[in-house]
């Protein structure tokens, strides 16, 4: 990537991250058509390079010194649409591996990311949806934060719609994005009463990961979130259906207690403190939910350490659960994400009629 491309792109990704995040640049919002281009002339050695390796990946082309000034002109272009020139760039060479992943971590559900307030997820997120990510396989990340984002703020239509969107755009591509929508179509059909839709995406996902090369830390992530909604769905079955508490918690149970990977540990942790609690445990469900909240501090997870806490909350002593429901309450509006103040006081109710 072009050093001048280093300094700019990413400028408005808060540089709060994980051990395996992608490092954001500090200045230019977005990113423009001169930060695919100039990266691709600095690799091939010059532009003339550039051109002729476009015109021997492609067909219908033309001659070398017209697609060489094409190519001059798109990297001028900024973020206005490519055209045939940026069609023809991003289908032979991809956009660089490094936005890739930046545009990963926007939309990753157990990346720190989703800590900011939603408001803000979505300005970020806004400036990367247009040319040239937008013409691009990335995109497929783009709008799955775009969705998540609206998620959050209890705006399901545009939730949905971003998600087909990015859906499509993954199978075409055959992305490992598909993984994260899997599980986000996953969640919503599970929380909607839909078992059998559930139970189908989050097999999806399964499968997706099973065959896909992921850097440890997000591979142990997904198998978290995997185990979680299977386990949802073990404690909230279908009509007709027993709730099994047990099999809840051997799924909690058979994850790796990775305490490098912070969000892996306390999806872990939290899991086993809730069905330890169903089960009668409270000593144990207390030591779990602290362990939980622990490993999302370790990890700066605000929400999961705010969930956490939230769950701690049902399962302590009155005086010490009247201080952490305060807490949570004021860091569920500093979010301004609607679901975590609806979960905080859910949990406050709860803990209101024992």
């Known amino acids: 990537m072009s050093r001048s491309a280093s300094r700019r792109g990413a400028a408005h990704v808060i540089a709060i991250r994980m051990t395996d995040e992608p490092r954001p640049s500090p200045d230019l919002p977005g990113f423009r058509w001169s930060d695919v281009v100039v990266p691709l002339v600095e690799q091939h050695g010059g532009w003339t390079a550039l051109?002729?390796?476009?015109?021997?990946?492609?067909?219908?082309?033309?001659?070398?010194?017209?697609?060489?000034?094409?190519?001059?002109?798109?990297?001028?272009?900024?973020?206005r649409e490519g055209g045939r020139y940026g069609r023809w760039v991003l289908r032979a060479f991809g956009a660089p591996a490094e936005i890739e992943a930046w545009a990963r971590w926007l939309a990753q559900w157990h990346s720190r990311f989703t800590d900011l307030p939603s408001s803000i997820r979505l300005e970020q997120l806004?400036?990367?949806?247009?040319?040239?990510?937008?013409?691009?396989?990335?995109?497929?990340?783009?709008?799955?934060?775009?969705?998540?984002?609206?998620?959050?703020?209890?705006?399901?239509?545009?939730?949905?719609?971003?998600?087909?969107?990015?859906?499509?755009?993954?199978?075409?591509?055959?992305?490992?994005?598909?993984?994260?929508?899997?599980?986000?179509?996953?969640?919503l059909a599970g929380d909607s009463g839909e078992h059998e839709r559930a139970r189908a995406r989050i097999d999806d996902a399964e499968a997706s990961?099973?065959?896909?090369?992921?850097?440890?830390?997000?591979?142990?992530a997904y198998r978290a979130r995997i185990a979680g909604?299977?386990?949802?769905?073990?404690?909230?079955p279908p009509d007709g259906e027993r709730r099994d508490v047990e099999a809840a918690r051997a799924l909690y149970e058979s994850l790796e207690d990775a305490h490098d990977v912070p969000f892996a540990a306390c999806a872990?942790?939290?899991?086993?403190?809730?069905?330890?609690?169903?089960?009668?445990?409270?000593?144990?469900?207390?030591?779990?939910?602290?362990?939980?909240?622990?490993?999302?501090?370790?990890?700066?997870?605000?929400?999961?350490?705010?969930?956490?806490?939230?769950?701690?909350?049902?399962?302590?002593?009155?005086?010490?659960?009247?201080?952490?429901?305060?807490?949570?309450?004021?860091?569920?509006?500093?979010?301004?994400?609607?679901?975590?103040?609806?979960?905080?006081?859910?949990?406050?109710?709860?803990?209101?009629?024992?």
């Open 229 to 236: 909604q299977r386990a949802f769905l073990r404690l909230r």
């Open 126 to 187: 806004r400036l990367w949806d247009r040319p040239p990510i937008s013409e691009s396989r990335i995109a497929a990340w783009i709008h799955t934060g775009i969705a998540s984002a609206h998620f959050t703020r209890g705006e399901l239509d545009e939730c949905l719609r971003r998600l087909a969107i990015a859906r499509a755009i993954a199978a075409r591509h055959d992305l490992d994005a598909d993984i994260e929508i899997a599980l986000f179509e996953g969640r």
């Open 268 to 354: 872990r942790a939290n899991g086993i403190a809730y069905c330890a609690f169903e089960m009668g445990d409270r000593a144990l469900a207390v030591r779990a939910a602290r362990r939980a909240a622990e490993h999302a501090a370790d990890g700066g997870l605000v929400r999961f350490r705010l969930m956490a806490l939230s769950f701690l909350s049902r399962v302590v002593e009155p005086d010490e659960a009247a201080e952490i429901i305060a807490r949570t309450r004021r860091m569920a509006k500093m979010l301004d994400d609607d679901e975590l103040v609806r979960r905080t006081e859910h949990d406050a109710l709860r803990r209101a009629r024992r």
């Open 51 to 79: 051109a002729n390796a476009l015109v021997q990946r492609s067909t219908g082309l033309g001659d070398a010194l017209t697609v060489e000034k094409g190519l001059r002109r798109l990297a001028r272009r900024g973020h």
């Open 209 to 220: 990961l099973a065959r896909r090369e992921i850097g440890r830390a997000d591979r142990l």
